[in-house]
């Protein structure tokens, strides 16, 4: 048995981050271009940019910006931060999930738990 979920951030009931902007903002990491990282993930750049910029809209922060010294892009210290923090959420959630998964397993396919009294005849 596993349990399925996906983490996204909302505010206002529109989505502002979840799986497919940490990945958009690693790929700019690594591309150091807003174009690229659209092919890089098959997406257009159209696409790319509006998921970006309603994301620093709902926000209120920048989540990139120009870096004229590698005449690139590169992710604001806030991107960079919230890319961190998703990550380690769905790290953590993980954890916990799997951990209890196993847990709910273990119920399910009637394994003594260490709250569980013996039936009579055991």
Not at 15 to 37: K, M, W
């Amino acid at each position: 048995m596993e349990i399925k979920y996906k983490i996204w951030l909302e505010k206002d009931g529109k989505v502002i981050f979840g799986h497919g902007r940490e990945e958009l903002l690693q790929a700019v990491a690594e591309c150091h271009s807003l174009n690229a990282a659209a092919k890089k993930l098959n997406m257009s750049y159209r696409a790319a940019w509006g998921r970006l910029r309603a994301s620093e809209e709902r926000l209120g922060i920048k989540l990139i910006e120009s870096d004229p010294a590698k005449k690139g892009m590169t992710l604001t210290p806030a991107a960079s931060i919230l890319l961190d923090r998703f990550r380690r959420l769905e790290k953590d959630a993980d954890s916990y999930l799997k951990k209890t998964s196993r847990e709910l397993t273990a119920l399910l396919d009637g394994e003594q738990g260490p709250n569980q009294e013996k039936k009579k005849g055991e």
